[in-house]
Nanobody
Framework: VQLQASGGGLVQAGGSLRLSCLAS????????MGWFRQAPEKVREFVAA????????NYAGSVEGRATISRDTAKNTVYLQMNSLKPEDTAVYFC????????????????????WGQGTLVTVSS
């Protein structure tokens, strides 16, 4: 599976962005798609994930209530809508696929995901 993330940019605190991740290749073999982010000098952290079938989702506590992950199976695209952005949301955002899991809530570690996109930079100014 090949992934291409887009939609990042510079936004003021309190603003919104919608990130997109286009998947190509053997997408039917993926169980879920996830978004992670990595700020400078910090570890990559889980943001949200969603199953391809059924659209069951899960969020990190730091974005709960401000982020919405969705997918368009016809377009092989996963979206991450981020609202009420904060300067601490500044990071490179990556999308990734997971081939299997017992449950979506178990998919929170980068090691759970196999294929990764190139990342898109989100900068939130104060």
């Amino acid at each position: 599976v090949q992934l291409q993330a887009s939609g990042g940019g510079l936004v003021q605190a309190g603003g919104s962005l919608r990130l997109s991740c286009l998947a190509s290749g053997r997408t039917f073999s993926s169980y879920a798609m996830g978004w992670f982010r990595q700020a400078p000098e910090k570890v990559r952290e889980f943001v949200a994930a969603i199953t391809w079938k059924g659209g069951v989702d899960n969020y990190a506590g730091s974005v709960e209530g401000r982020a919405t992950i969705s997918r368009d199976t016809a377009k092989n695209t996963v979206y991450l809508q981020m609202n009420s952005l904060k300067p601490e949301d500044t990071a490179v955002y990556f999308c990734a696929t997971a081939s299997w899991s017992h449950t979506i809530v178990a998919l929170t570690s980068p090691s759970d995901f196999g294929s990764w996109g190139q990342g898109t930079l989100v900068t939130v100014s104060s």
